[in-house]
Each structure stands twice: as C-alpha cells, then as structure tokens.
Nanobody, 124 residues
Framework: QVQLVESGGGLVQAGGSLRLSCAASGRTFSNYGMGWFRQAPGKEREFVARISGRGGTTNHADSVKGRFTISRDNAKNTVYLQMNSLKPEDTAVYYC?????????????????WGQGTQVTVSS
C-alpha cells in the first residue's frame, strides 16, 4: 500500500511559478513509476507528466512541455512538479499518482494509488 500526500498548490498570477510536492509512504518508492494529472471543473482528468522509478525517463504533456518539469528524490520518497510560466488554463486540482510499473503510461487507469489532490489557481 502506498499513501500519497500532495502539497504546494495555491493561488498565483499568470506568468508565475509553483512547485508541487508529493510525499509517498513505503520503503520501495523507487519501484514505482509516478505521474501527475490534473482535473479542471467540468473536464476529464488530464495527464500532465510521468517519471520512471529512478527518474531517468520523463514525459510531459504537450500542453505543459517547456513550462513544467517532473522530478523525484527517492531518498526523500518525494516527486515534484515544477510549474513555470503558469497560465489561467492551468487552473485545476493536481493529483499525484503511483503505478506498480517502473515507467507507467500516460493513461490514468494504469495508476494504482492516488493522492487527495491540491488546488492550483492561476489568475489572469
């Protein structure tokens, strides 16, 4: 069982930055591929970024490429999402997710554990 707790969300002006963190329980964190997803009101959950177990491979959605960066620190059991040049359309609840596979896909059903989400609001 893996428990995930996100933090770092908040209200920011367009063009600003935030860094989300996701702290995971468990002793085998590096065995899990990790992902970030987001869901805006009235919209489906959307893939944002994913990272392999040891962090060597990453992938970002086209909508955030060049602005967001996923990373992880396995010594701290934590995955991060650095978000720069934020836009109002980035407003959503952001979820951290863990998958038993080393490098999961971008499809949310492939993830086994989810955090409670953290709200990110970008004002224009």
């Amino acid at each position: 069982q893996v428990q995930l707790v996100e933090s770092g969300g908040g209200l920011v002006q367009a063009g600003g930055s935030l860094r989300l963190s996701c702290a995971a329980s468990g002793r085998t964190f590096s065995n899990y591929g990790m992902g970030w997803f987001r869901q805006a009101p009235g919209k489906e959950r959307e893939f944002v970024a994913r990272i392999s177990g040891r962090g060597g491979t990453t992938n970002h959605a086209d909508s955030v490429k060049g602005r967001f960066t996923i990373s992880r620190d396995n010594a701290k059991n934590t995955v991060y999402l650095q978000m720069n040049s934020l836009k109002p359309e980035d407003t959503a609840v952001y979820y951290c997710a863990a998958a038993r596979s080393y490098y999961p896909s971008s499809h949310y059903p492939d993830y086994d554990y989810w955090g409670q989400g953290t709200q990110v609001t970008v004002s224009s």
